[in-house]
């Protein structure tokens, strides 16, 4: 059991990032099905949110079974957060958490997501009007710094953690690196040596790594980190909370699994939508399996359910089987 805080006990270690345009409903649901013990929404934008965009409705959906779960806010200015967390209260996630890692251009150039890492006294003043208001825990998600010149992720760590913050998710790289390089190993291992909040490992479990059991554990030992943030490496591939490798998942099981997340998809968003919104996690799925482009196109471009499950099926063909399995139905 790994504690955050008082009220936010987790059976396990293994927590799912947020990531926008990807963690909806749907897949928080299937990681969590798989053993993920806290999930995030994706960043909810307080200009979107008070601006009432017909896609915030979506964003702050969920299901039971998804709890834990906290909101991500992402914003520049404390009175704008606070506002949207009085109104998202009633939902009763089990947090607030603060966007200071997001390294998109139009984002960070009006100072939220990692701008706000260049403008530390704002970060201590959003935390110290949110916590000081708000009944539930207030936490952060940051990267290393702005570049490699201007890595102050320390500082940002005792800011959050001296104005309230209850813990905090390092991202292991700054906002110039994006999502290139490897995530660093002895930065977040500082930040955890430096700081009392707990501090969750994010950024390093690479999408190709090849022993997930291992690769976790190295984590842990190297940092000192209270659990593990898995972000890119569970598109596809919700067995990474589950501790197996991808490459030992039997492809009838990864059938199974792709198909419920398509039909979840559907239920969630609706036919074109849910269709269209499949594919990025459907190339994932299948990446293992090298399919050839002329295969894959159909599925990338049909906006038909019918048709979306017939070219599924053909593809679906081409992997190995087994006598007796069928999960190709749609209901």
Not at 12 to 30: C, E, H, K
Not at 89 to 115: S, W
Not at 194 to 206: C, E, F, H, M, T
Request: aromatic share 8%.
């Amino acid at each position: 059991m790994i504690s955050l805080t008082p009220a936010l006990v987790l059976e396990n270690d293994l927590v799912l990032a947020p990531m926008d345009g990807y963690t909806d409903s749907p897949m928080r649901r299937l990681c969590c099905r798989f053993g993920a013990t806290l999930c995030y929404t994706e960043f909810i934008s307080t200009h979107e949110y008070l601006n009432r965009s017909p896609f915030i409705a979506q964003k702050i959906t969920f299901l039971p079974e998804e709890r834990p779960i906290i909101f991500q806010l992402l914003g520049e200015n404390a009175a704008d957060l606070l506002r949207v967390a009085h109104e998202l209260l009633p939902l009763q996630p089990q947090a607030f958490d603060i966007n200071l890692g997001c390294p998109q251009r139009g984002i960070v150039a009006r100072g939220a997501g990692a701008g706000l890492l260049r403008y530390p006294q704002r970060i201590a003043n959003i935390f110290q009007q949110l916590v000081r208001v708000l009944p539930v825990p207030i936490t952060a998600k940051m990267r290393l710094g702005w570049d490699d010149e201007h890595r102050n992720a320390l500082l940002v760590a005792r800011i959050v953690e001296e104005n309230g913050g209850a813990f905090i998710a390092v991202h292991g790289r700054t906002r110039a690196q994006g999502y290139r390089g490897s995530g660093n190993l002895d930065a977040i291992a500082e930040i955890c040596q430096s700081v009392r909040i707990p501090v969750l490992a994010n950024g390093v479990v690479s999408p190709e790594c090849q022993n997930i059991p291992q690769e976790i554990e190295r984590i842990k030992t190297l940092t000192g980190c209270a659990a593990v943030m898995i972000g890119r490496a569970a598109i596809g591939n919700p067995w990474v909370f589950s501790c197996r490798n991808r490459n030992e998942i039997p492809p009838i099981e990864v059938k199974k699994v792709m198909l419920l997340h398509l039909q979840w998809m559907l239920d969630f968003y609706g036919i074109p939508q849910g269709l269209i919104l499949f594919r990025k996690h459907l190339t994932r799925y299948l990446a293992p399996y090298q399919l050839p482009r002329a295969s894959l196109l159909p599925l990338l471009t049909t906006t038909s359910s019918a048709q979306f499950y017939d070219h599924l099926s053909e593809c679906l063909d081409k992997l190995p089987s087994q006598e007796g399995e069928n999960y190709l139905s749609p209901s």
